[in-house]
Nanobody, 120 residues
Framework: QVQLVESGGGLVQAGGSLRLSCAAS????????MAWFRQAPGKERDIVAQ????????YYADSVKGRFTISRDNAKNTVYLQMNSLKPEDTATYYC?????????????WGQGTQVTVSS
């Protein structure tokens, strides 16, 4: 069992920055991947960034590439999402996710989400 708690969401004007945090607890030794997803009202949930917890490799969606950075603090079992040059289209609920079984198609643990609102 892995528990995920997100923090750092809020309201920011276009062009501003936010840093989201996701603290993992429980059986954290079994984590292979962690990722950030986002979902706007009436829209599907899409992956934003992914981190291989053990190897450190990263993946970014085209829509955020060059603006967002995913990083980790191994000692704190925490993953971060630094969001710069925010746009109104980035407005969504952001979810932290963990995958403990590499062969799974979908992530099997999720946080409750944190709201990010970008005003124009």
């Amino acid at each position: 069992q892995v528990q995920l708690v997100e923090s750092g969401g809020g309201l920011v004007q276009a062009g501003g920055s936010l840093r989201l945090s996701c603290a993992a607890s429980g059986r954290t030794f079994s984590t292979y991947y962690m990722a950030w997803f986002r979902q706007a009202p009436g829209k599907e949930r899409d992956i934003v960034a992914q981190l291989n917890w053990r190897g450190g490799s990263t993946y970014y969606a085209d829509s955020v590439k060059g603006r967002f950075t995913i990083s980790r603090d191994n000692a704190k079992n925490t993953v971060y999402l630094q969001m710069n040059s925010l746009k109104p289209e980035d407005t969504a609920t952001y979810y932290c996710a963990a995958k403990t079984i590499p062969a799974l198609s979908n992530y099997n643990y999720w946080g409750q989400g944190t709201q990010v609102t970008v005003s124009s």
